[in-house]
C-alpha cells in the first residue's frame, strides 16, 4: 500500500498551533507563576523581563493575547499600548498591576481590546480573561483573512469594473450607474456580471455586504 508521505504514515494532518500568550512582567517569580500557569492551561507562553524586550520581538500570525504589568521600568503598559496599534491586528491586552484606579483603567479600555485585573487577583479571573482575549483575537484573525480574501478579488477587477461596483453599492440602479459612467445600460450589465462572478457574490445582497466590508477594512487602515 502507497503511503502519502506529505501527511506522515498516519495520514493525519498536523493539529493547529496553539495560541501564543505573551507575558510581560519584571517581577521573575510573578512572571515564572504566570508562565507556568498559561502553559497548564493548553497555551504557548512567551516571557518577557521587559516592555522593550516583548516589543523587539517578531510576534506569530496566530491567536493569543498579551498579559501586560501597567508598571514596568522601562516603558509602562499604556505606552506599550499605544506602541502595539490599534484595531483588528492589535494583540488583546490583559492588564495586570498593583497600582491601578479608575481612570487608568477606562484609558486603557478606550485606547482598544483590553481586561484590567489589579493584584491580588485569582488564577480563576485571569484565567477567564485570557480565554475571552484568545477568542477575540482568533475571531480578529478570521475577520482579517476574509478581508483579504475580499482585496485579492478586488484586485482582478478592472477599473471599469470597480467604478460599477461603486456605484451599485451606493443604491444606483443599472441605467443611474450608465449615466453616472457615461455608458449604456447593456455595458453596465455586463461589467456588473463580470463584478458579481469575479467576487465570487451569489446575490446582490452578497455583493453590498462585501463592498461594505472593503470600506470598512479601508477605513481601518492606518
Do not use: W
Not at 493525519?12 to 512582567?25: C, E, F, L, Q, W
Not at 443611474?176 to 445582497?205: D, F, P
Amino acid at each position: 500500500m502507497n503511503v502519502d508521505r506529505r501527511q506522515g504514515t498516519s495520514g493525519i494532518s498536523p493539529p493547529d498551533p496553539k495560541p501564543v500568550v505573551y507575558v510581560v512582567d519584571d517581577d521573575v517569580s510573578l512572571r515564572e507563576s504566570l508562565q507556568a500557569m498559561v502553559a497548564e492551561s493548553g497555551f504557548h507562553p512567551e516571557v518577557f523581563a521587559s516592555a522593550e524586550e516583548f516589543l523587539r520581538h517578531s510576534r506569530q500570525p496566530l491567536p493569543g493575547c498579551l498579559i501586560l504589568d501597567v508598571s514596568l521600568p522601562d516603558l509602562n503598559g499604556l505606552e506599550v499600548q499605544r506602541l502595539m496599534g490599534a484595531g483588528q491586528t492589535a494583540l488583546p491586552i490583559v492588564f495586570i498591576t498593583g497600582h491601578g484606579d479608575i481612570p487608568m483603567s477606562v484609558k486603557a479600555m478606550k485606547a482598544g481590546e483590553t481586561e484590567f485585573l489589579t493584584k491580588p487577583f485569582s488564577p480563576e479571573a485571569l484565567l477567564a480573561a485570557v480565554v475571552s482575549a484568545v477568542e477575540r483575537s482568533r475571531a480578529n484573525l478570521v475577520e482579517l483573512r476574509l478581508l483579504q480574501t475580499l482585496k485579492d478579488r478586488e484586485e482582478t477587477l478592472s477599473r471599469r469594473e470597480r467604478d460599477v461596483m461603486a456605484l451599485v453599492a451606493r443604491g444606483q440602479l443599472n441605467k443611474q450607474v450608465g449615466a453616472t459612467l457615461g455608458i449604456s445600460e447593456i455595458t453596465v450589465k455586463a461589467h456588473r456580471g463580470k463584478v458579481m462572478r469575479k467576487m465570487k457574490a451569489r446575490t446582490l445582497a452578497d455583493l453590498l455586504t462585501m463592498a461594505a466590508r472593503l470600506r470598512e477594512g479601508s477605513e481601518e487602515s492606518p
